[in-house]
């Protein structure tokens, strides 16, 4: 049979809700139904999404899989019915922390001056790929190992770490730091969307404590605390500054790579490669 949107939509409210009991309600629609739905669009794609042996679902490996897929789907087609859509399309552009740090704002002001009938709208999105694997954005800023396959990317910079620390603590008194300058420390980690791992670390040498927290703002709050150090990149602190914060070089950890990703397998925003050019020239401009 044909598939409708309504298969999409009731498989994502089955992965989000973990039941089918809960997500029949949210759909306002009964459990033999959503259950056929389900394994229409099963017998559709000849794969099996979610496993049924357990009372809690889980997704198989091509639930996953097909998870993001299904709401990058959904959430071309809510753009396309949206009625502003007709007469303007903004460029929607996602980050997890730090956007294009101190040339974000000189981003969006070149974006506005040469580009003024396509909105830019810059949105923080505290997930690895800041929404882009689930259709929230149209590209993303992504710093370190990309999660999702299937994304074109371009390389904007190479990042260099930096050690932040709880003002007056006594690492804020040197000029630059090294990892074995904070092994000693707590050291708070973004378990959702950062890149510092205790692998940065030799084996024998990482700290024994750990903070793990979900979101920027828990990140700086813990260190503005005192109950933790952290470790980020030079963009951090041109957009996420705090007064009981400080930043310093920390000068024997590899760069961080940042890029520019979009979808390379779906339609995507027409505006992308004059978005790509711009940072790349706002980005040289400031060295």
């Not at 997704?59 to 809510?78: E, H, I, M, N, S």
């Not at 992504?142 to 190479?158: F, I, N, S, Y």
Request: aromatic letters at 4%.
């Amino acid at each position: 049979m044909t598939m409708e949107l309504r298969h999409l939509r009731a498989f994502l409210a089955i992965a989000e809700e973990g039941t089918i009991t809960r997500a029949a309600a949210r759909l306002h629609t009964g459990q033999p139904a959503l259950s056929r739905t389900l394994r229409q669009l099963e017998t559709h794609l000849g794969v099996r999404l979610v496993d049924r042996s357990t009372h809690h679902l889980e997704l198989t490996a091509a639930g996953r899989t097909f998870r993001d897929k299904a709401a990058a789907a959904l959430a071309a087609v809510d753009t396309a019915l949206d009625p502003r859509s007709l007469t303007t399309l903004p460029l929607r552009l996602g980050h997890p922390w730090a956007a294009l740090g101190s040339q974000t704002v000189p981003l969006l002001r070149r974006w506005d001056q040469e580009h003024p009938d396509v909105p830019l709208e810059l949105r923080r999105v505290d997930d690895r790929t800041a929404g882009l694997a689930q259709g929230r954005v149209d590209a993303a800023l992504l710093r370190g190992q990309l999660p999702v396959r299937g994304m074109a990317t371009e390389l904007l910079a190479e990042e260099d770490r930096v050690a932040v620390l709880p003002e007056g603590c006594d690492l804020a008194n040197r000029s630059t730091l090294t990892l074995a300058d904070l092994a000693p420390w707590p050291i708070a980690l973004n378990t959702v969307a950062g890149t510092t791992t205790l692998d940065l670390w030799p084996a024998a040498a990482r700290p024994r404590t750990t903070i793990e927290v979900i979101n920027t703002d828990e990140w700086l709050t813990t260190i503005a605390a005192g109950r933790a150090v952290g470790i980020s990149t030079s963009a951090t602190p041109g957009l996420h500054t705090h007064p009981a914060i400080v930043y310093r070089p920390l000068t024997d950890a590899p760069p961080v790579p940042l890029f520019l990703a979009w979808h390379r397998d779906i339609p995507t925003h027409p505006a992308i490669p004059a978005l790509v050019r711009l940072a790349r020239e706002v980005l040289a401009a400031a060295h």
